[in-house]
C-alpha cells in the first residue's frame, strides 16, 4: 500500500467553481500533514498545514481525519492562478512522504 | 524573504561520470534535506542531514550517494557514478525542526 495516496484528477473546472479533493495515508503514526503545491517543473510551495480542527486559508479550506487517515482541501472561488498539481504530503519523523498530486486546471 | 538557492539549474552528464549538485539552505535552519523527483512521478525522500551527520536515509540513497556540508552555507549530494535512471529533478529543503520544509528551485539532472 502507498504511503500516500490520491485521487490524480485532473479536475477541469470553470472559474469561480469549488473543487474539493482528498487524499489517504497509511502510517496512523504520521505527525504532521501538509497541503502543496506544484506548478510544472518548479518545486513545492507550501499552500497550508493541516489541523484536526480543521482550516483556513483564504479561499482554502484544509481537514483532517485522524481516524480514517484522510486528508481534505477545498479551494472556493476558483482563480484562473489556482491551475496546479496539488501534494498531499505527511511527515513521519522529519522525513516527508508525498503523494502523486491532484492536477487542477481552471478554465476561464 | 530567505530562499533556499540550488546550482546548477540544469546538469548534462555522461553515465559513469560523477555530479555535485548544490545548495545554500535558509541560514538560520538546522535540517537539511535531498529529495528527487523523476519526470511524471512524486517527488521522494532521498536523505536527511542534521548537526553533520546523516539522520534518516531512504532505499534509494545507495552507495552512489553522498551528502556533504563542507562549510558553514553549503549543502551538497554527490552521485558518485551516474545511471541513466539517476536523471531526474533533484530538490534541496530546509527546516528548523520539525516544521514546514522549504524547497530549492530544484537541479534537473540529465544523464546521458
Known amino acids: 500500500r502507498k504511503e500516500v495516496e490520491q485521487d490524480p484528477g485532473p479536475f477541469n473546472v470553470p472559474e469561480g467553481a469549488t473543487v474539493a479533493f482528498n487524499c489517504t495515508y497509511s502510517?496512523?503514526?504520521?505527525?504532521?500533514f501538509f497541503w502543496y503545491r506544484q506548478d510544472c517543473r518548479k518545486e513545492p510551495k507550501l499552500l497550508m498545514s493541516?489541523?484536526?480542527s480543521g482550516n483556513e486559508d483564504g479561499r482554502f479550506t484544509a481537514q483532517l481525519n485522524r481516524a480514517s487517515q484522510y486528508i481534505s482541501l477545498l479551494i472556493r472561488d476558483s482563480k484562473l492562478s489556482d491551475s496546479a498539481t496539488y501534494l498531499c504530503?505527511?511527515?513521519?519523523?522529519?522525513?516527508?512522504?508525498f503523494g502523486a498530486g491532484t492536477t487542477v486546471t481552471v478554465r476561464a | 524573504e530567505p530562499e533556499v538557492t540550488q546550482t546548477p539549474s540544469h546538469q548534462v552528464t555522461q553515465m559513469g561520470q560523477e555530479v555535485i549538485l548544490r545548495c545554500v539552505p535558509i541560514?538560520?535552519?538546522?535540517?537539511f534535506y535531498w529529495y528527487r523527483q523523476i519526470l511524471g512521478q512524486k517527488v521522494e525522500f532521498l536523505v536527511s542531514?542534521?548537526?553533520?551527520?546523516?539522520?534518516?536515509k531512504s532505499e534509494i540513497f545507495d552507495d552512489q550517494f553522498s551528502v556533504e556540508r563542507p562549510d558553514g552555507s553549503n549543502f551538497t549530494l554527490k552521485i558518485r557514478s551516474t545511471k541513466l535512471e539517476d536523471s531526474a529533478m533533484y530538490f534541496c529543503?530546509?527546516?528548523?525542526?520539525?516544521?514546514?520544509?522549504?524547497f530549492g528551485p530544484g537541479t534537473r539532472l540529465l544523464v546521458l
Open positions: 529543503a530546509s527546516n528548523v525542526g520539525q516544521e514546514t520544509q522549504y
Open positions: 493541516v489541523y484536526s
Open positions: 502510517n496512523s503514526a504520521s505527525q504532521s
Open positions: 542531514f542534521y548537526n553533520n551527520e546523516i539522520s534518516e
Open positions: 541560514s538560520n535552519h538546522l535540517y
Open positions: 504530503v505527511v511527515t513521519n519523523d522529519y522525513k516527508l512522504s
